[in-house]
């Protein structure tokens, strides 16, 4: 897809169509003023009769404008100032992409940019294109039909770029959380990873089962013994700093399908779950995005690749594995599979002198009980960590929101044959004691667990978002990467 500054003199713009922007106080942004004037007030006489309220996503369509060259104008609402930040400038964009996107068209014009910041039209360029990607991969007739061009009225050439690179790599993230998982397995995943590595000069490292075995990665190779797909480990690096600048490592849990192994899920739980790689697929989005932004810093980005299956040789409850780090793990429920992975891959992000560690995994149902679909769950071991994190967060406007991590709930992992069990008493409080468990793995450096379970795959599209993968918090690791210079770490 092609992202190109518009024309300067908005009523020539040849374009499928014209974005612009109305905010909830019916002021119209300055682009949308020209276009009103040469359409001859149409947009104020609607806004002057509460036909547009510029509530924030609202969308209103004005076919074969008159006095406009384009074939449409949609005007979008901006919702309020004071609030107006890059996750309202996402939302903006996408939801009118999405719209338009019911429809071929060649080419769409967005004219929001009225003095927008840098992050805001970068994450607004990167809303435009989500919004006219969806899940319909392996439709015939698509319904979701994206742009080959992308005009943006206002910005610097880099500033475009990056938008394009981020609207890129979150669509990338999506397209690897709706691909079949006979399509993406341990192995074709990790050759995706070895694909873009070598496209956007990333090192990358791929542990097959012989060297995980000589590794000793017993906790991730015990969930991957009853599937027929041998794993993976994915480490790649991006090199931007000098050799002693501190290393920032992204880890991602990537079960390329989760059935729940013995401990079964039930079909309708299972039925979603080609999404459980959606943390790796993150990991690998920014991974992407670091590169090509050239970040003058040093990020490794590690993935366990398993499948969770069922067969003769499938790991049993009352196993006990032996992880990496030396710490024995009893197994008493096959399904909380990715804690399991983690643990491994966490140890080699310590090995590999990750200076501060994130980790980003769909680990458990109880986090979406806890704080609802759309919200991911943030739990650290360090607090100044977590708040970089939680401002990355807010400056991108995703949503995350930071669960607390008493050392009583640490006490439900306590096994009596081994050194942890792999679930906490009964199912309260199960996204922390599941952190719990992951936090044994990480050495004492500062890490932040994010539990995506909830946000990183939608059952239902958002007005701005088709159902399926949504690249959630791809931007919002990103930010931590280009903060990452700032940071003493
Ligand atoms: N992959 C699931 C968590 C999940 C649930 C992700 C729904 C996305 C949507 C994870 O492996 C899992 O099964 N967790 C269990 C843990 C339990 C057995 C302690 C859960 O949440 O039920
Ligand atoms: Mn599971
Ligand atoms: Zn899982």
Not at 221 to 230: F, T
Not at 246 to 260: I, R
Request: charged letters at 25%; glycine letters at 12%; proline letters at 3%.
């Amino acid at each position: 897809m092609k992202i190109a500054a518009t024309e300067s003199r908005i009523a020539q713009i040849d374009a499928d169509a014209i974005v612009v922007g109305v905010d909830d106080k019916g002021n119209l942004s300055k682009e949308a003023l020209e276009v009103d004037q040469a359409m001859g007030g149409t947009i104020a006489v609607l806004v002057g009769r509460k036909e547009i309220t510029g509530k924030l996503g609202e969308l209103t369509v004005l076919h074969a404008p008159a006095g406009i060259r384009a074939g449409q104008v949609l005007v979008v609402g901006l919702g309020s100032r004071d609030n107006f930040g890059c996750g309202e400038a996402f939302r903006a964009a996408a939801t009118a992409a999405r719209r338009l996107a019911e429809k071929k068209r060649k080419r769409v014009a967005f004219c929001l940019g009225d003095g927008w910041s840098e992050r805001c039209v970068e994450a607004g360029i990167c809303g435009a294109m989500s919004g006219c990607h969806g899940q319909d991969l392996y439709r015939r007739e698509k319904n979701c039909h994206p742009f080959d061009e992308i005009q943006w009225n206002d910005g610097y050439e880099a500033v475009l770029k990056a938008g394009q690179i981020l609207g890129e790599t979150v669509n990338l993230t999506r397209q690897l959380v709706n691909e079949p998982p006979s399509r993406i397995y341990p192995e074709s995943f990790a050759a995706e990873a070895e694909k873009f590595a070598e496209e956007f000069g990333l090192g990358i490292e791929v542990w097959d089962q012989p060297r995980l075995e000589k590794e000793r990665c017993g906790a991730l190779l015990g969930v991957a013994r009853g599937s027929a797909r041998p794993a993976r480990l994915v480490i790649l690096s991006h090199r931007g700093g000098s050799a002693d600048d501190p290393v920032l490592a992204l880890v991602g849990k990537g079960v390329t399908f989760d059935s729940g192994g013995l401990s079964i899920k039930p079909s309708d739980g299972m039925q979603t779950m080609k999404c459980d790689m959606a943390g790796a697929a993150t990991v690998f989005g920014a991974m992407q995005a670091i590169a090509r932004l050239e970040l003058p810093v040093n990020v490794i980005g590690l993935a366990g690749l398993v499948e969770n299956m069922i067969s003769g040789d499938a790991y049993k409850l009352g196993d006990v594995l032996v992880a990496r780090n030396g710490k024995t793990i009893e197994v008493l429920n096959t399904d909380a599979e990715g804690r399991l992975v983690l643990a491994d891959v966490l140890d080699v992000a310590v090995e590999r002198g990750a200076a501060k560690i994130i980790d980003l995994a769909t680990l458990t149902g109880a986090c979406m009980v806890a704080l609802g679909i759309d919200v991911a769950g943030l739990m650290t071991n360090n607090q100044d960590w977590c708040d970089a994190v939680l401002d990355a967060a807010e400056a991108c406007g995703e949503s995350v929101w930071q669960l607390p991590m008493f050392p009583e709930y640490g006490e439900q992992i306590r096994s009596k044959v081994a050194d942890i069990k792999n679930i906490g008493e009964g199912r309260w409080g199960g996204a922390i004691t599941a952190a719990k468990f992951l936090e044994e793995f990480v050495a004492g450096k500062p890490w932040v667990h994010i539990d995506i379970a909830g946000p990183a795959f939608l059952e239902n599209p958002k007005p701005w978002m088709d159902a399926g993968g949504s690249g959630a918090l791809v931007r919002t690791l990103v930010e931590i990467a280009r903060n990452w210079q700032n940071a003493d770490a």
